[in-house]
């Protein structure tokens, strides 16, 4: 273990070298990253689109000194794309050099099957790492997007850190990857692969907390500007909306304004710059007009 991993023996090393990255978090998400790191089992992150599930990962893997490598889980995802695939090409041409050779038979013909003609997909990277400081933080993105078999596959890398390729044998990892699930619930992930990880919900922040976001992530923000800004975007996660915004929006939202040069929010600049915020039309239109300039004064009423 690394002298930089060394440093993250503790919760509060933990949310000091996140802070240092610029990733605010409270103490709860902290401890679940710690034990998560302790105990080598994967964490289940889960949350509403936009609270900074995939950002953790990325923060863990920096603050490690670590590889960060992505799966980005979709529907129809499979075992070539995530685990590993054939390179065939090169074993059409390994084949038409041994047969110009005059040696091919059935045990040269297996050859092909060897390790130097496996393209290592996401999942198998995180296995082999041997040669690394540190073991890779591995994110599997969105797996409530991933089809119910991909999950159930999970499984065996999940409990053992191993993947089985029939041609090859079992390939397991001797130093296993710190391992990051996130979901966004568009579905409920199977009780067999929640079992093997820890869990935890990102909330949405609170009001101070994501000012003190803004603040770190786009440092330029008016004081005034940022809590106008959180405040109103709080306020829309309340209504009913197709989709509210999340962190993503509100950080977008304040780099767009100091971007116009404007020092605080005004009902125009609002409806002028909804779109940063809102992304679908219908909710725009929703709060457009008189209801934004009700949510601002809801707001300047709570400053």
């Not at 003190?212 to 500007?225: G, N, S």
């Not at 829309?236 to 404007?262: C, M, N, Q, S």
């Amino acid at each position: 273990m690394s002298s930089k991993a060394r440093t993250l023996d503790s919760v509060e090393a933990i949310q000091a070298a996140f802070r240092a990255n610029d990733y605010i978090a409270d103490r709860s998400l902290v401890t679940a990253v710690f034990l998560a790191l302790q105990l080598k089992r994967p964490l289940l992150v889960e949350g509403e689109a936009g609270v900074g599930k995939t950002e953790l990962a990325k923060v863990l893997a920096a603050s490690l000194g670590a590889r960060l490598i992505r799966l980005q889980c979709y529907e129809g995802l499979d075992v070539n794309t995530a685990v590993y695939e054939w390179n065939y090409p090169r074993q059409m041409l390994e084949i038409r050099l041994l047969e110009a050779r005059g040696e091919i038979d059935r045990a040269k013909a297996h050859d092909i099957f060897g390790p130097e003609f496996l393209i290592k997909r996401p999942l198998l990277q995180a296995l082999e790492t041997d040669d690394e400081a540190e073991p890779p933080v591995l994110l599997i993105d969105e797996i409530d997007r991933a089809d119910e078999e991909f999950e159930a596959y999970l499984l065996e890398i999940l409990s053992d850190f191993q993947v089985t390729v029939p041609e090859i044998g079992t390939i397991h990892a001797d130093r296993p990857p710190r391992v990051i699930l996130t979901s966004n619930r568009t579905r409920e992930v199977h009780d067999a692969l929640k079992r093997r990880c820890l869990y935890h919900w990102i909330d949405y922040p609170t009001l101070a907390r994501e000012i003190e976001i803004v603040r770190v992530r786009v440092p330029d923000t008016p004081e005034r500007l940022a809590a106008q800004v959180v405040g109103f975007v709080q306020r829309l996660r309340e209504a009913d909306l197709t989709k509210v915004p999340g962190i993503a929006e509100t950080l977008d939202w304040a780099a767009a304004l100091l971007a116009l040069g404007e020092p605080e929010l005004r009902p125009e600049l609002v409806d002028e710059t909804l779109g940063v915020v809102l992304k679908y039309e219908e909710d725009i239109r929703r709060v457009q007009g008189e209801t934004s300039r009700r949510y601002l004064a809801e707001v300047g009423a709570h400053e």
